[in-house]
């Protein structure tokens, strides 16, 4: 894994580092400051100088690359004809709602933003299940609200607090939604990004994915190599359904796979196959990147609380007991100040939804001096306040 230096990074086009001003150090969006995985590299290299850049063939390169990857990785014996491309995991979760016909979207904030913008942008009501205190499904609440909702999307591991959901917790969930027959929808997104230390503590991945789980409740897994392997640029995903949704993935928009490009197929399928050694140096880093983070917060801003994470390569920061030297919080969304007087960007707690006020997500796949650079900036910003 090669991290790529301050200068170079300027360099980039993309939407973490053109966002904001030169002066900025931005630990925002879900980018990597990595170069892509050289398995990756080789194989779009080898379709664009051989001219192989058509429409998509009839292989399913990436829904066997899929399917070889989990059962690799997970134990997920996965059938192929459950199997369907997306453009992305968010076009494809919008495409399954869309199919369903769903009128009440259930979520559990603090949770990725688009959970509850796209729900409403397709006419649909949502509901609000918050996380408990701790972070963890509120189980007795999704079953309550189960009663009058018609979907549940689910963040496993949970974006932004890093957490993966357990089996007995997915368990639980399940019983709930099937008792009610409510459809899940779970993006699975960040699942191969787990702790090296999470995944020894739990003798094997951490995450579990959620149609491993035994259950009759119809359910629909989104999921893409785009977070994994830094291929957002390379649109491209899978849907997995059960047997329970089976009728319901056949009603899916024809159009939905003729939005993928073939490229991204190919890069995807890539990443997939070949790059499991690549993505064992980002989960070694994330690890390492996360300790020299929560070291800095704790000499520097010692009030500052960093959640304690299983996956992802984000960090979910609670400034509520943080002040400036002259007594003032933070207030509501702590990432304003800290643009503002620090020149870092975050992603704005309450943007999460409720639960989210007081904290910000930071990205931690960079390199490890830009996280203490920024911490160093964020505190010498306190210090003048």
Request: glycine content about 8%; aromatic content about 8%; overall charge negative.
């Amino acid at each position: 894994m090669e991290l790529l230096t301050l200068d170079e990074l300027r360099e980039r086009h993309s939407m973490k580092w053109t966002r904001y001003p030169a002066d900025v150090l931005p630990l925002w969006v879900a980018e990597m400051d990595a170069v892509v995985a050289q398995p990756v590299i080789d194989a779009v290299m080898t379709v664009l100088t051989t001219g192989d850049t058509g429409y998509p063939g009839r292989d399913r390169l990436l829904q066997d690359a899929f399917v070889g990857f989990a059962w690799d990785r997970w134990g997920w014996q996965v059938p192929f004809s459950s199997v369907s491309v997306v453009p992305d995991v968010m076009h494809g979760i919008v495409e399954v709602l869309r199919a369903s016909k769903a009128q009440r979207v259930a979520i559990t904030s603090p949770v990725y933003p688009p959970f509850r913008a796209y729900p409403e942008q397709e006419g649909m009501d949502v509901v609000d299940v918050p996380l408990t205190d701790a972070g963890r499904l509120d189980i007795p609440a999704l079953a309550a609200a189960f009663e009058h909702v018609d979907v549940m999307l689910l963040c496993n591991p949970h974006n932004p607090s890093g957490v993966a959901h357990t089996v007995e917790e997915l368990t639980a969930l399940l019983d709930a939604a099937h008792a009610h027959g409510v459809l899940i929808i779970a993006d699975e997104i960040h699942g191969p990004l787990t702790s090296v230390r999470a995944d020894t503590a739990a003798g094997g991945s951490v995450f579990t994915p959620v149609l491993t789980v035994p259950t009759e409740a119809a359910v629909v897994t989104v999921t893409s190599a785009a977070k994994g392997w830094h291929l957002a640029g390379f649109k491209a995903g899978v849907a997995v359904h059960n047997d329970a949704a089976a009728p319901l993935m056949a009603n899916l928009a024809s159009h939905v796979a003729d939005g993928v490009g073939f490229v991204s197929m190919v890069a995807h399928a890539a990443a997939f196959r070949e790059g499991r050694d690549w993505l064992s140096a980002v989960q070694r880093h994330i690890d390492e990147a996360r300790d020299v983070f929560g070291e800095a917060l704790g000499d520097l801003i010692p009030d500052a609380h960093l959640a304690p994470a299983d996956a992802t390569y984000l960090a979910w920061v609670d400034f509520r007991d943080v002040r400036t030297a002259s007594g003032a919080t933070l207030g509501q969304d702590p990432s304003e100040f800290f643009l503002k007087h620090a020149r870092v960007a975050m992603n704005p707690g309450p943007s999460f939804g409720p639960g989210g006020a007081g904290f910000a997500r930071v990205n931690l796949a960079t390199r490890k001096d830009i996280l203490v650079a920024a911490v160093t900036q964020m505190s010498e910003a306190l210090a003048r306040g």
